[in-house]
Each structure stands twice: as structure tokens, then as C-alpha cells.
């Protein structure tokens, strides 16, 4: 409940959920290779009603309940990271978009313990993704801190490209993944398997050109180029269980709003895939 500026941090969104531990065992390994607070935030104002005078002493106890189970399975991690507790009046949406102006990270898990669909992204999450002021993570599934499978990354023209590259080389690094970037193609593909066609060639070209800097930055990375025909929610349709972290660009909120809508869910809702959602506004 502290207004004062608060140090950067990896903040982290609990409510007492599996789904919200997950985040925060996810988020471990962020904070400590920035070398920054893992804070812990819980919103007092979980959408319950208030039934009787004890209702703020009983809420007090949620929080302190909620807030230790998921100190206790970070810190059984063994990882050297400073763990830091916020309790915020409000609503979980506003809490967590407020602390985003002075957080390095928000890490939220896709459905809270109020959530009746666990597979699906609930609202808080959703409206994080969207309106946040920094780089936002959403965890679903059984995400642990790392898993096997390709770091995937859009790309496009947009002056935002470098930011969301850039994060997704992070990324790469940081959990020993390779990764595979994507670019997109309205030409028709070719109709056997195996098959590349001059225009899917020409396309490969260009991106494997604009990514020669990353691959000089960085030799140890496998960074693959890859054309897709159709859009992202048809390349997962496909992939999603060789993904083990999406990176998108937030510049569209109604693409960003579609990953995590009934589209994404389609796709993704059998998945452990983790969704990053980063450009340059919100660094």
C-alpha cells in the first residue's frame, strides 16, 4: 500500500492461484539476469463482496496466505533473487497496469482463482497485455521457469521490429533456446510437401538479411527465418506445441487481444506456450 517510487522490478501478479505461482516461477530467472527485485503484488479488491465488518481482516489474510505460498516456492528455486511483497487496494486490472509504469516486466498467469475456464486467458490478463507500460508475460498451462522448444518472434517493417527482436533474443539467450522468426506471405504455398517456392525464397532472403546483425551479435544463437501463408493463429495451429515463448509486437491492441482472445485459445489452450507482448512504447 506504499505510493512512494519503487525500484524496477519483475512484479508479478498473485491471487493465490497454481496458475499465478507458475508466473512467478517463470519470472524468476528474468529478475535475476537483470539483476532486479522479483515483487510479488496482490490486489486486496479480488471482485468479492463485502459480507461483514472482518471482511478487510479476512481479505488481509488471503493476501498474506497467497503471498507466502508463492515465496515459498520461489525461494525453493534456490536462485539468488530478492523477493519483494506489495499489497495493493485495488482491483487486480488497475494494480497491476499502475505498477507496470516502474516495472522492468509484468508476468500475470492467463486465469486467476475467480477464473471458471482454466485453459482460457482471463480479463485481468487480458487487459494487462493491452494497456500496460512495460513488456508484459502471460503464463498459461503448467509453465514452469524453463521448457524445451523454439522462442518464436514476428517480424515486420514496423519502426517497433527492433524492439520485439531484441526481446526476442533475450530471451533466446537467456533460456539456451533457439529461435525461429516469422514473416508472412499472401502468396499461395507451394502444393508439395517440402516444396519452396521463388517467392517464399525471395522472402526467406530478405528476412535472413535483416537478421545478419543479430547473428553477428550473437554466433551461439540458432536464429532460423521463416515464411508463414496466412497469419500467426495459422502458424500456431500448427507449431504451438514446438513453442515454448511467443514474442509479439503490443503496437496493434487488437492483435494483441485476438492472441489472447477465443482465436488464441483455439490454438493455444492445449499448450504450455508463454506470450510475451513488447514494442518500443513500452520500454
Given at each position: ?117 482454466p485453459d482460457r486467458v482471463g480479463s485481468t490478463a487480458a487487459a494487462v497485455a493491452v494497456w500496460a507500460h512495460c513488456p508484459v508475460v502471460v503464463i498459461r498451462g503448467g509453465s514452469g521457469p524453463s521448457r524445451a522448444g523454439w522462442i518464436v518472434a514476428e517480424a515486420d517493417t514496423s519502426p517497433g521490429d527492433g524492439v520485439v527482436l531484441g526481446a526476442a ?115
Open positions: 500500500m506504499n505510493d512512494s517510487p519503487m525500484q524496477p522490478a519483475i512484479v508479478v501478479g498473485v491471487d493465490g492461484s497454481k496458475a499465478a505461482t507458475r508466473a512467478a516461477l517463470w519470472a524468476v530467472d528474468e529478475a535475476v539476469d537483470r539483476d532486479v527485485p522479483l515483487r510479488l503484488l496482490y490486489a486486496l479488491d479480488q471482485g468479492e463482496t463485502t459480507i461483514d465488518s472482518g471482511d478487510t481482516a479476512r481479505r488481509l489474510a488471503n493476501a498474506d496466505i497467497a503471498v507466502r505460498c508463492t515465496s515459498s516456492a520461489v525461494e525453493a528455486t534456490n536462485k539468488p533473487v530478492k523477493i519483494e511483497v506489495e499489497i495493493s487496494d485495488g482491483p487486480p486490472t488497475s494494480s497491476l497496469i499502475r505498477a507496470s509504469r516502474s516495472a522492468a516486466m509484468v508476468c500475470v498467469g492467463a486465469v486467476g482463482r475467480n477464473h471458471f475456464h533474443v533475450r530471451e533466446a539467450r537467456l533460456r539456451n533456446a533457439p529461435l525461429r522468426v516469422i514473416t508472412y506471405s499472401q502468396a499461395p504455398p507451394a502444393y508439395l510437401p517440402g516444396v519452396t517456392t521463388e517467392a517464399d525464397r525471395r522472402i526467406v532472403g530478405r528476412l535472413s538479411r535483416r537478421l545478419d546483425r543479430w547473428r553477428r551479435g550473437y554466433p551461439e544463437l540458432l536464429i532460423e527465418p521463416t515464411v508463414v501463408h496466412g497469419d500467426l493463429v495459422d502458424y500456431l495451429a500448427k507449431n504451438a506445441g514446438d513453442v515454448q515463448l511467443l514474442v509479439v509486437g503490443g503496437r496493434d491492441p487488437h492483435h494483441v487481444s485476438e492472441l489472447l482472445g477465443p482465436a488464441g485459445y483455439a490454438v493455444l489452450g492445449g499448450s504450455d506456450c508463454v506470450v510475451l507482448i513488447v514494442d518500443h512504447q513500452r520500454l
